[in-house]
């Protein structure tokens, strides 16, 4: 119940706050006058302003209930305080409270001065400054707390505000238009009286023509102003959704969302026949019939068109306190396909098609703006839809592919050395028979079956497909392939395992095009290295991701005595590396010798001794270059790699001397890489824990 009270006064405050920005807006764009529709307007604006006050009262009480876990603590003023002073949200709390009041002052003393459009725009700024510290408490805000990630949720929410909070402004004006005009007096009135009523008539014409410009003027501002609304809605979506965007439609911030977008086209749909149809017709000079009809029609769409924007309103309140699609668990895909670019596209046949249904989807575009005014509604109608039905019958299903209950289903497994090579004993032990070695789809047994098995290596088949579809061809097999079920043999964290060993041999395979110079200013967002625990000689510990946002890594996998002089080499350029923001962490690819251990152990930098077995079967995947594609056999691991980690989490550059040669032997060389990335500023966000 307390969750159900919280989302209603979440969404008064929102409301009204909307209600005062837009109103004040629109009284801004009718400029300063006196009307009986702006002392209307005025009046309401310290109700607005003390709602907005009693919605922020309530958000307070039952955020300190939910937050607590104890109802009580609704009604205990104590409980608030505490909120107020111990928490972030408590402290955002407070700063919209005291926007709220100054709100509210402003909206007093416009209630008893003369109107100004100055005054208006002040009033305007001061409820948009409130939305702004609310946007602090949004999930952009949660994610990273910085202007980049607030100011496309508080553009959203102010450009809302503009269109929304002006429908009121908006129905105001339509009212007063179509108000029925009272019958001018006969001849048994004195003619003063009579010149009295016939200068309220001028006055009330003066009015209601100065209110049709204000719609008008708005309308104008309109258009630009929804869309920005829409642009940002993009921005803050593709931030809130999975890159895969199947959240929009198997989860509860989805389904909300594609509801609030449902009603925003039939409001957007309202407010394009308003604009070429019923504000000219209300616009007519004198009192005329088509005057008085376009003012009824504006009364009764415009109030629909209100009704449905409280609506969105409430479903935007109510996806605000939802987990964002990106972050829900798809434990089971609903359907039975998807779309996919990446599994589809590079087909001629799919090419082709998409194409072709671009091409009607234009033509249906072109359809709308030539045959609005040209066809009768019939025949628009079919000729819009027609078009736009068969473009997408076309274009579509070409880019459907298979999909399974587990497709979308997040990786529980991080992507981590330990798992990556416990998949790679797995796979060995249970899968090299028929998929080869190295995954090419050359085992022993591939020329047994009549379709052999792909090639999960040199191709893009990883890239094509979710880990949740690998998972389940896991889990169940693959029918009619020769592809056998793994779930009574594998438990579920081995499979996952296999899945992140797959991931991590398909990425090193695209590494064989890095090389030890950094490209500048381009991180590839699959090249996130494998995430390692590891212990050192020097009694340090850690992980790989603990130097993220710090400092670069310069990771060494280096064999002995073949290593020996690289690491005196490195050992005289520790002191610079340090100055370079950059940590040397050094892995042993065999187990030391007690003689090799001696040698470590007087090393200046971190020597890992525990976890660097996995950190070798790992990073080893990484050892193919342009010109040692090294796709035969088992494999052979180079007895010395480098690698450069960014402080942003991304592999950036990598030396094996044996295929690179001597670039990184000369001091300066390595170091001028490293200044490259310190120059840089972070490009992409941070790589995830888990693939996808």
Not at 259 to 276: N, T
Not at 318 to 333: D, E, F, G, R, S
Not at 400 to 419: H, N, Q
Request: hydrophobic share 50%.
């Amino acid at each position: 119940m307390i969750d159900v009270v919280a989302t209603l006064f979440r969404w008064l405050q929102l409301a009204s706050n909307m209600i005062l920005v837009g109103a004040c807006v629109f009284l801004a764009i009718a400029g300063a006058f006196h009307s009986p529709w702006v002392e209307r307007l005025q009046r309401a604006l310290p109700w607005l302003g003390l709602i907005l006050l009693a919605g922020l009262l309530g958000i307070l009480s039952t955020t300190t209930a939910q937050a607590t876990g104890i109802t009580g603590n609704a009604w205990r003023p104590d409980a608030w305080l505490a909120l107020m002073q111990n928490t972030r949200m408590g402290h955002i709390w407070v700063g919209r409270a005291a926007c709220a009041v100054l709100v509210f002052a402003i909206a007093c003393y416009l209630r008893y001065s003369a109107p100004a459009r100055w005054k208006y725009l002040l009033c305007a700024t001061a409820a948009s400054i409130t939305l702004t510290v609310g946007a602090l408490a949004s999930h952009s805000a949660a994610e990273e707390l910085s202007v980049v990630s607030i100011l496309p949720y508080a553009l959203h929410i102010i450009m809302a505000s503009v269109w929304f909070g002006a429908l009121p402004a908006f129905l105001a004006v339509c009212f007063a238009c179509t108000e029925p005009q009272k019958k001018e007096p006969h001849g048994s009135l004195q003619n003063e009286a009579v010149a009295r009523i016939h200068a309220l008539f001028r006055s009330r014409e003066q009015a209601l023509a100065a209110g049709a410009i204000a719609l008008k003027r708005f309308s104008t501002m309109a258009l630009p102003v929804m869309l920005m609304v829409i642009a940002t809605g993009v921005i803050i979506t593709d931030r809130m959704v999975d890159a895969s965007y199947g959240g929009l439609v198997a989860t509860s911030y989805g389904w909300l969302l594609n509801a609030k977008v449902g009603l925003l086209a039939v409001v957007l749909v309202i407010a394009a026949r308003a604009r070429s149809t019923w504000l000219p017709l209300l616009a007519q000079a004198g009192n005329s019939e088509g005057a008085q009809a376009g003012g009824q029609k504006l009364r009764k769409w415009v109030s629909f068109e209100f009704v449905l924007a409280l609506g969105i309103v409430l479903l935007a309140t109510i996806v605000a306190n939802t987990v964002p699609a990106k972050h829900a668990l798809i434990q089971n895909w609903p359907y039975s396909f998807r779309f996919s670019l990446a599994a589809t596209w590079g087909d001629p046949m799919v090419n082709t098609r998409v194409y072709i249904g671009i091409g009607l989807l234009a033509a249906a575009i072109a359809a709308a703006f030539i045959g609005k005014r040209r066809w009768s509604r019939k025949v628009y109608i079919s000729a819009v839809a027609g078009l736009a039905t068969i473009a997408l019958a076309v274009g579509l299903p070409p880019l459907a592919v298979d999909a399974y209950p587990e497709t979308y289903r997040k990786t529980p497994v991080p992507f981590d050395t330990i798992s990556i090579a416990n998949g790679s004993a797995l796979f060995a032990e249970n899968c090299v028979a028929c998929h080869g070695p190295q995954g090419k789809g050359d085992g022993v047994m591939a020329k047994s079956f009549a379709k052999p098995p792909v090639d999960m290596l040199t191709e893009p088949h990883t890239a094509k497909h979710t880990a949740g579809d690998f998972f389940h061809w896991l889990t169940f097999g693959i029918p009619d392939t020769g592809m056998p079920v793994f779930a009574d043999k594998l438990t579920e964290e081995d499979r996952w395992d296999v899945v992140n060993y797959l991931h991590a041999m398909s990425r090193g395979y695209q590494a064989r095009l890095m090389s030890p110079k950094v490209k500048p200013e381009q991180p590839q967002p699959n090249m996130g290295p494998p995430n390692f625990s590891y212990a050192a000689q020097d009694g340090s510990s850690g992980t790989l991701k603990d130097f993220r946002g710090q400092k670069n890594v310069l990771l060494v996998l280096f064999s002995w005595p073949q290593s020996r002089e690289r690491l005196q080499e490195l050992q005289t350029i520790h002191a610079q590396l340090a100055q370079a923001n950059t940590v040397l962490l050094a892995v042993p690819e065999h187990d030391p010798t007690p003689e090799e251990l001696r040698v470590i152990e007087r090393l200046p930098f971190p020597v890992v001794t525990e976890g660097a077995h996995e950190i070798v079967r790992s990073y080893a995947l990484f050892r193919r270059t342009l010109s040692k594609p090294d796709l035969l056999g088992e494999g052979t691991l180079p007895p010395h790699m480098e690698f450069l980690v960014d402080r942003f989490g991304y592999l950036r550059a990598r030396w094996i001397p044996d295929a690179d040669g001597a670039d990184w032997n000369t001091s300066a060389m390595l170091l001028q890489q490293i200044a490259q990335l310190n120059r840089e500023k972070e490009i992409l966000p941070p790589p995830g824990d888990h693939v996808h």
